[in-house]
């Protein structure tokens, strides 16, 4: 386990669950239409108009609309003309609609596409390099190397800056996408150019298959256990770590869940058995019909013990780290750092379709060992610590506006965060733009080498946030506020 300064993500946008974002778009369209069309595509393509009939009573005017809509969109809408696989599409939407009524966002009907995605994101294992980049102002740096992957073996850095991809410039270019460029096939090869401190390093890199769900290190002599999302390979990985820990006398533990959006329950119920004596109750399930499901602590994998332990949270850990979260304070006293998680408390599971694709529903409520529902409500950190604000914000892009003197704006608020951060002298965060800022703010134009001025333009301020994040990832333990207060927890001071 390396004892080398390792960086934490952190995410720089309020998340959105897959869920949400697909529901945020569906929201967009007319959702009675999609309804009367899932019902015409039902009634002509998959023969339920029975179904719908005993379902809703007296069928014969619903399946005389059906047919209209049926025939409108497929023979006589004048844009139909022009659609490619305009059945498919239809239908796609048409049940999207109708799981959407349903009101509940993480219950979803998802295409083969984006289907796939979503078992890949779920498995934990990817294949490519390994690594975590922030992208702005044309630099693309990367911040987080992960242990054992491609990139680690083939001897990419955090804080190197990529500057072309098998030959490719990708500095000043707008017409190429490093992830893209990264991304291939299992084996294949691909030449990383980059700048390190400097000095121009090529680095070829055989692609391939690496756990990006959880990574470890050792700080003060506590464990940090980062676990990303709870996929399939999750636990053992988990294990491996902790085994590690206790090799090297490791007593205290830090786990961070940190803006993960959650994963399979069975996966948090092994990781709960490290760490759980063996028949402590991790969770319940509440069942439609009222009956609860109690999962407990398997002894069929030995715990491994830790003296203290803290876990990190904000608010976007959600579903599976909330399970885990409140198993390890309400079973073990671990005290909770952070903000105030997402509160999603409920259980999803998905029925495939021969296409592909998917609709995933919402099964059942969780409770806590003591039960407590977190839907919607979140977990209450035991000591609650925010992060910088200018960490907590993400690079503006181009078309901020230019700020003048004596106004008052989000864009000026945004640099005087970012200058406070930054160690310049500042007199107020609230967006008027004060003499002070302006002082700062030539100061700055000064240190990186702009053209000193008396307004705020978007380039300026695109630099401040970059600046920001070069000085967040550079000494992030130092800087961590969570994490500093958890290691203050664990080493009971």
Request: negative net charge; hydrophobic residues 40%; aromatic residues 8%.
């Amino acid at each position: 386990m390396s004892e080398e300064k390792k960086v934490v993500r952190v995410k720089l946008v309020k998340h959105e669950w897959p869920d949400e974002r697909a529901a945020r778009h569906k929201r967009q369209r007319n959702i009675m239409l999609v309804i009367l069309l899932c019902g015409a595509f039902f009634a002509g393509g998959f023969g339920l108009s029975a179904l719908t009939r005993s379902s809703l009573g007296n069928g014969t005017e619903m399946d005389a609309k059906f047919s209209i809509v049926q025939e409108v969109m497929q023979e006589l809408w004048y844009f139909g003309k022009d659609a490619e696989n305009l059945d498919e599409t239809l239908l796609n939407g048409a049940i999207s609609g109708m799981v959407d009524a349903g009101g509940d966002i993480h219950t979803q009907y998802m295409d083969p596409e984006y289907a796939e995605s979503f078992i890949s994101s779920m498995e934990g294992n990817l294949v490519g390099i390994g690594i975590q980049y922030t992208s702005a102002l044309d630099i693309n740096r990367i911040y987080h190397v992960f242990p054992g992957s491609p990139a680690d073996i083939g001897g990419l850095k955090s804080g190197d800056v990529i500057i072309a991809v098998d030959g490719i410039d990708i500095r000043d270019n707008d017409t190429v996408d490093l992830a893209e460029l990264v991304r291939g096939e299992e084996d294949s090869e691909v030449v990383i150019t980059v700048d390190r401190d400097g000095e121009v390093l090529d680095f070829t890199i055989t692609r391939g298959s690496f756990d990006s769900s959880v990574y470890a290190y050792t700080l003060d002599d506590v464990g940090i256990l980062e676990i990303n999302t709870f996929g399939e390979t999750t636990a053992n990985g988990v294990g491996s770590y902790l085994s590690q820990m206790k090799e090297n006398g490791i007593e205290n533990l830090i786990i961070d869940l940190r803006d993960n959006t959650g994963g399979y329950l069975t996966t948090v119920v092994d990781i709960g058995s490290y760490l759980l004596p063996d028949g402590d109750l991790i969770l319940q399930e509440e069942n439609r019909d009222g009956s609860v499901v109690q999962y407990y602590s398997k002894d069929s994998i030995e715990t491994i013990p830790f003296e203290n332990i803290a876990v990190l949270i904000n608010g976007n850990t959600a579903s599976a780290s909330e399970v885990l979260t409140a198993a390890l304070r309400e079973n073990l006293g671990a005290t909770v750092v952070g903000t105030l998680s997402y509160g999603k408390g409920t259980v999803q599971t998905s029925i495939p379709f021969n296409d592909g694709s998917i609709i995933k529903y919402t099964k059942a409520e969780w409770l806590t060992p003591n039960g407590n529902k977190i839907n919607g409500v979140g977990i209450t950190p035991d000591i609650e610590v925010e992060l910088p604000l200018a960490v907590q914000y993400g690079i503006p892009d181009e078309t901020a506006q230019t700020v003048a003197l004596d106004s008052v704006s989000q864009e000026c608020m945004l640099a005087q965060i970012n200058l406070d951060f930054l160690g310049y002298d500042i007199d107020r965060t609230d967006g008027y733009f004060s003499e002070q800022t302006l002082s700062a703010l030539q100061q700055f134009e000064r240190d990186h080498g702009y053209e000193v001025s008396d307004e705020l333009n978007a380039e300026v301020l695109r630099q401040t946030s970059m600046q920001v994040f070069d000085k967040w990832y550079d000494d992030i333990n130092e800087l961590d506020p969570q994490l500093n207060a958890a290691l203050e927890v664990v080493h009971g001071r």
